[in-house]
């Protein structure tokens, strides 16, 4: 009879590399360091705490507005700015802010669970609708224009709608959740656009600044795995359901492409982040004047802001009209090729763009 050999050893398991207590529960996907939950936690939030405090991206006694989508950005941001605040003594009121771009099966769900978000975290919530904005539901639009161009208003549509959020709130900044992978993305994008307006500012940790309300990124350096973690660990409510409307957008594909690039070398996103903060605009590059549209009053390097020229299009039947690179429309609502900068010193709350007369 022969003798059995020896039994296979099972693998012992791994301390965490910064306490060296607890055992290891995850490797960190921007280091790749074995830590266990806890310290995890702690390395966390620890990094947003200094990118705030490095950054200065409030002030003692600020009102902030957090962009909540019911997503895992927004929710962790959500609830990590508001154990920070406590914690730290930031001395901030926090808001809640959503848009409600009317897709069915999608955002009425995920508002939802900003709603319960709202309760779980203390937060006052304030809701802005396209419908009651712009006249429109992304539901609409689509019907009329189809999946091809579709994000080009809603991108539109939203950042506006956040501001005009923002301004009813009466807050001194908006957060958002955008993070490490969407600055790279970004960067990439603005490459591939050759969009040099866009790339020398894309990377900005505050941007707005010269706008109606400026926007701070605490996530500029989380990675995106990152968050999904936190948020698993810590079981916070948040929807994970992508937009029906967005399969074929063209930011997917830079994003596909960023997570190869990680897989090979996970800080390759940082480093992307880094070439587009290094980056120097030539003196010779002419870059585009902020004036206000005449129209609704809000920010606009042309006469017309482009969520008018895009309501202008879907108003007269005539969607594409503000699709592509036109300079604007006029005052007759004709597509013009030289844009004027008139300045003219309105509020943002003053008119809407949903109630103009078109």
């Known amino acids: 009879?022969?003798?059995?050999?020896?039994?296979?050893?099972?693998?012992?398991?791994?301390?965490?590399?910064?306490?060296?207590?607890?055992?290891?529960?995850?490797k960190r996907p921007k280091t790749l360091q074995q830590i266990c939950r806890e310290c995890f936690y702690?390395?966390?939030?620890?990094?947003?705490?200094?990118?705030?405090?490095?950054?200065?991206?409030?002030?003692?006694?600020?009102?902030?507005?957090?962009?909540?989508?019911?997503?895992?950005?927004?929710?962790?941001?959500?609830?990590?700015?508001?154990?920070?605040?406590?914690?730290?003594?930031?001395?901030?009121?926090?808001?809640?802010?959503?848009?409600?771009e009317g897709i069915t099966g999608y955002r009425d769900d995920s508002l939802e669970t900003v709603k319960r978000n709202e309760i779980q975290y203390g937060l006052p919530l304030q809701i802005v609708s396209y419908k009651d904005l712009y006249g429109w539901t992304m539901d609409e639009i689509v019907k009329m224009i189809g999946l091809k161009n579709n994000c080009t208003f809603c991108g539109v549509f939203r950042r506006q709608a956040l501001?005009?959020?923002?301004?009813?709130?009466?807050?001194?900044?908006?957060?958002t959740g955008h993070n490490a992978d969407d600055?790279?993305?970004?960067?990439?994008?603005?490459?591939?656009?050759?969009?040099?307006?866009?790339?020398?500012?894309?990377?900005?940790?505050?941007?707005g600044e010269d706008g109606p309300i400026p926007?701070?990124?605490?996530?500029?350096?989380?990675?995106?795995?990152?968050?999904?973690?936190?948020?698993?660990?810590?079981?916070?409510?948040?929807?994970s359901t992508e937009c029906i409307y967005s399969p074929n957008a063209y930011r997917g594909f830079a994003r596909e492409f960023i997570k190869d690039l990680e897989r090979i070398r996970p800080r390759a996103i940082l480093?992307?982040?880094?070439?587009?903060?290094?980056?120097?605009?030539?003196?010779?590059?002419?870059?585009?004047?902020?004036?206000?549209?005449?129209?609704?009053?809000?920010?606009?390097?042309?006469?017309?802001c482009k969520a008018c020229v895009l309501l202008e299009g879907l108003?007269?039947?005539?969607?594409?009209?503000?699709?592509?690179?036109?300079?604007?429309?006029?005052?007759?609502?004709k597509k013009e090729t030289i844009g004027s900068n008139n300045v003219h010193t309105r509020s943002i709350e003053s008119k809407q763009c949903g109630s103009l007369d078109f």
């Open 1 to 26: 009879m022969e003798e059995a050999g020896p039994k296979p050893k099972r693998p012992v398991s791994s301390l965490c590399c910064l306490c060296n207590n607890r055992k290891a529960a995850l």
């Open 215 to 239: 926007r701070c990124k605490p996530f500029k350096y989380t990675y995106e795995k990152e968050i999904v973690m936190y948020a698993y660990f810590k079981k916070l409510d948040y929807f």
């Open 163 to 175: 501001d005009r959020g923002a301004a009813w709130l009466k807050v001194d900044k908006l957060a």
């Open 183 to 207: 600055m790279a993305e970004t960067v990439l994008l603005n490459i591939l656009r050759g969009d040099i307006a866009r790339l020398s500012r894309c990377t900005a940790i505050i941007t």
């Open 271 to 304: 480093d992307i982040i880094k070439s587009g903060e290094d980056f120097r605009i030539s003196t010779s590059t002419k870059m585009p004047e902020q004036g206000t549209c005449e129209r609704c009053g809000y920010i606009s390097s042309q006469k017309w």
């Open 42 to 100: 702690e390395v966390f939030e620890e990094e947003i705490h200094q990118v705030i405090v490095k950054n200065q991206l409030f002030r003692p006694g600020e009102r902030i507005a957090v962009g909540a989508s019911g997503g895992k950005d927004s929710t962790v941001l959500a609830y990590v700015l508001s154990e920070l605040n406590q914690r730290h003594n930031y001395g901030l009121d926090l808001f809640l802010l959503s848009v409600d």
């Open 315 to 333: 108003n007269r039947g005539l969607p594409k009209l503000g699709i592509g690179r036109s300079r604007g429309l006029d005052s007759e609502g």
